[in-house]
């Protein structure tokens, strides 16, 4: 896997309103919401560990971001209040969110309905 060249130059957590603004040097800027940070999680509790093994994240609607700490040159670590905290978010990673955003968050939604989970306020 070769490095990307993509870095962000700016990141700023809005916790009021529960948004991740990351701002790249090559002019693309996202504003992710927590919600969909955390149940986009890069980790094995989220991710599972190969391709099937995906678990739904539920109940997420309120989630927010506590904490964000660097990894190296690579990455962020994002604390989330609910107590997750084990995904390694990599620059590359966060760029791929943030342009898949509208088909991923469409995704889930359907996801969350096959499940017959209703969620608990608006959807973003």
Same mark, same amino acid.
């Given at each position: ?37 955390? !149940? ?7 991710? @599972? ?5 995906? +678990?739904?994240?539920? &109940?997420? =609607? %309120? !989630? ?7 990894? @190296? ?5 994002? +604390?989330?209040?609910? &107590?997750? =905290? %084990? ?38």
């Amino acid at each position: 896997m070769t490095e990307s060249n993509l870095h962000p130059l700016t990141i700023s957590l809005h916790k009021q309103s529960k948004f991740l603004e990351i701002v790249y040097d090559d002019g693309a800027s996202f504003k992710l919401p927590c919600e969909y940070l955390r !149940v986009f999680s890069p980790s094995a509790d989220v991710k @599972g560990h190969g391709p099937g093994q995906e +678990v739904l994240q539920i &109940g997420k =609607e %309120t !989630v927010n971001i506590s904490k964000i700490e660097p990894v @190296g040159n690579y990455a962020v670590r994002l +604390v989330f209040d609910d &107590g997750h =905290e %084990t995904g390694l978010y990599t620059w590359d990673y966060l760029y791929e969110l943030g342009e898949n955003h509208k088909s991923n968050w469409e995704n889930y939604l359907l996801a969350l309905n096959k499940s017959g989970y209703k969620r608990q306020k608006n959807d973003k």
